[in-house]
């Protein structure tokens, strides 16, 4: 315990905590906002093909033709512009918990913009794409209270009493929020699984390898006799001399 003691403050003293923090709340900025940036490439490289869907699932149907193809051909800009947006909010640092709630609204409503409505784990994946986004935005939001402290916004003793209190008070409770949401697929595929296990049908089981295998009898008429019954009955031949 002493070496490993000696090991944690030396590795202290040699690398910024601070540094690595925040290598890592930028790396999970990323990771947060990677299935965004996805979707916005897919929808770009697959333009036509997004047109298509919007166009089966029945946007602008109540329009005329010409007014049809319009909204369907622009639906998929849209849909590009609003994940981008959101995404280099939150990347930059210019806005972003205005890039967190960007991308909130554009979660929840994707569902709908795909007739997706009906599909539990499409709407349950939304939902956990929501949690991890609210996770960051109550990060986003203390960063920025801290900042504003430490710039004398907040006053020389900072907030009062209460106002700390019911800061805290709502970064729980969008914290506890995030973290319910955040585990919805994964609590969805966990029972899944779990009831198809129940349902299946037993597996067979298989002879056990040590078992020795019955060989089927042969049919005697298709025998060959051997060599020793052969020779034995051409002794027993009687001799023609």
């Known amino acids: 315990m002493a070496a490993l003691a000696t090991v944690l403050q030396a590795i202290d003293e040699r690398v910024s905590l601070k540094h690595v923090h925040r290598r890592l709340q930028a790396f999970a900025r990323v990771l947060i906002v990677g299935t965004f940036m996805d979707d916005a490439l897919r929808v770009m490289c697959d333009y036509r093909g997004q047109a298509a869907t919007m166009k089966s699932v029945g946007w602008g149907v109540s329009l005329p033709p010409g007014s049809q193809a319009a909204v369907q051909s622009l639906m998929p800009s849209v849909f590009i512009a609003t994940q981008t947006i959101g995404v280099l909010l939150i990347l930059t640092r210019l806005a972003p918990q205005a890039g967190c709630l960007v991308l909130v609204a554009w979660a929840g409503v994707h569902p709908f913009l795909y007739a997706q409505q009906k599909n539990l784990e499409f709407l349950l994946e939304s939902v ?27 006053g020389v003793l900072g907030p ?9 008070n709502e970064k729980n409770q969008l914290l ?23 349902q299946a049908p037993p597996e067979r089981s298989a002879p056990h390898p040590s078992a020795t295998p019955q060989l089927p009898a042969r049919d005697p008429r298709l025998s060959r006799p051997s060599a020793l019954s052969a020779f034995s009955r051409r002794l027993s031949r009687p001799s023609l001399v």
């Open 176 to 198: 506890f929020a995030g973290r319910l949401m955040l585990c919805a697929v994964f609590v969805y595929y966990s029972v899944k699984r779990s009831i198809e296990r129940v």
């Open 160 to 168: 009062p009493a209460e106002q700390k209190e019911a800061q805290a």
């Open 128 to 154: 956990t794409i929501i949690g991890g986004l609210l996770i960051l935005l109550t990060s986003e939001r203390a960063i920025a209270t801290r900042e504003r402290l430490l710039s004398g916004g907040g």
